[in-house]
T-cell receptor, first 112, second 115 residues
Framework: DVKVTQSSRYLVKRTGEKVFLECVQDMDHENMFWYRQDPGLGLRLIYFSYDVKMKEKGDIPEGYSVSREKKERFSLILESASTNQTSMYLC???????????FGQGTRLTVV | AQSVTQPDIHITVSEGASLELRCNYSYGATPYLFWYVQSPGQGLQLLLKYFSGDTLVQGIKGFEAEFKRSQSSFNLRKPSVHWSDAAEYFCAVGARGGSQGNLIFGKGTKLSVKP
């Protein structure tokens, strides 16, 4: 089975902190994604990566950056956390473009 | 641009009753189609997918979905709901040959199950 592992289930950070959310997949997938999930808004794509060191902006990239130094690992970085970034963050990976994505268990981030 | 509409935000059914969750998509051609389920506080789990061929697709946990090209729909069904099916369900589309790479998700339908 494909496994996508997010480093933390719950995080509480202070406003202005730099926050790292880590995601690792074990199936050699080319594509990796970071989504944000908020009630009533569904899943919104923040960034995705289709290869090592490659990244593309999604629908809501402002206030975020990403890093993909190794194929299996995709990190989401909040440069200076703000309260409006309190949310559920979901990492996913897929083998090919536009086909099924496999999700991690999610990280619920609270910024206080 | 692609879009996915799940018209029902919240549905309540009795245990043992049948279920149908609606999904409509907007796309110029036939997309790849998916249904995911999310239990509270968890990630999304793939229930089933449609790429081509038979328009009635079987998935895990006794779910099935039917692709209807004429209606641009991909509705999810289950003949008899169990209390453990209470969760949020997301329909998603992927563009064939698209360059974006990611799936487009509907806003979800929350399913409650009455005993």
């Amino acid at each position: 089975d494909v496994k996508v592992t997010q480093s933390s289930r719950y995080l509480v950070k202070r406003t202005g902190e730099k926050v790292f959310l880590e995601c690792v997949q074990d199936m050699d997938h080319e594509n990796m994604f970071w989504y944000r999930q908020d009630p009533g808004l569904g899943l919104r794509l923040i960034y995705f990566s289709y290869d090592v060191k490659m990244k593309e902006k999604g629908d809501i990239p402002e206030g975020y950056s990403v890093s993909r130094e190794k194929k299996e690992r995709f990190s989401l970085i909040l440069e200076s956390a703000s309260t409006n970034q309190t949310s559920m963050y979901l990492c996913a990976s897929s083998r090919t473009m536009n086909t099924e994505a496999f999700f991690g268990q999610g990280t619920r981030l609270t910024v206080v | 641009a692609q879009s996915v509409t799940q018209p029902d935000i919240h549905i309540t059914v009795s245990e043992g009753a049948s279920l149908e969750l609606r999904c409509n998509y907007s796309y110029g051609a036939t997309p790849y189609l998916f249904w995911y389920v999310q239990s509270p506080g968890q990630g999304l789990q793939l229930l089933l997918k449609y790429f081509s061929g038979d328009t009635l697709v079987q998935g895990i946990k006794g779910f099935e979905a039917e692709f209807k090209r004429s209606q641009s729909s991909f509705n999810l069904r289950k003949p008899s709901v169990h209390w453990s099916d209470a969760a949020e369900y997301f329909c998603a589309v992927g563009a064939r040959g698209g360059s974006q790479g990611n799936l487009i998700f509907g806003k979800g339908t929350k399913l409650s199950v009455k005993p």
